[in-house]
Structure formats: structure tokens, C-alpha cells
């Protein structure tokens, strides 16, 4: 899995779109919502961090931020060590 990825699996990618980079058609796996963009989105969209030009899920619950935060440090961490 790519650096800064880890949030991807809680969402489905459906189709890639707009040549290179990473934006994609995407559902959110909790609300089922289906939006485009880039993992930035994606990360936007699942922290509830607004600004990012997408809603926050309504779905995911505080319990489950604290779980994305505790993955993306691990991630991170993996990262570094190698």
C-alpha cells in the first residue's frame, strides 16, 4: 500500500477519471454516498475536516476517526522506519 493510502479501503473506488494523478469516483463504505476526487477527499470526507470541498460523513462515528487517526500514525511510522 502507497504512502498516505490507508483510508482507501473504507471507501469503493469505482472508476478512475482526469488522466495521471489520483482522482477518483468514489462510495464512501459507511454512508454510501458517492463522490470525486483525490485521497485528499476521501480523507476529508471521513475526518469530517471541512474545507476540503466535500460534506463530512454523517455516518462515521468519533469512535471511528480516532480509529482512522490511529492508522494513518502507524502508516506513518511504517513510513519512516523504512
Do not use: I, P
Request: hydrophobic residues 35%; contains cysteine; positive net charge.
Amino acid at each position: 500500500m502507497e504512502e498516505g493510502s490507508v483510508l482507501w479501503k473504507f471507501v469503493t473506488k469505482l472508476n478512475k477519471f482526469g488522466g495521471k494523478g489520483g482522482n477518483f469516483k468514489w462510495k464512501c463504505n459507511y454512508c454510501g454516498v458517492t463522490k470525486n476526487g483525490s485521497y485528499t477527499r476521501v480523507k476529508a470526507h471521513l475526518l469530517k475536516v471541512t474545507g476540503e470541498g466535500v460534506a463530512a460523513c454523517e455516518t462515521v462515528t468519533s469512535t471511528d476517526v480516532a480509529q482512522f487517526c490511529r492508522l494513518m500514525e502507524e502508516e506513518k511510522a511504517k513510513a519512516e522506519q523504512s
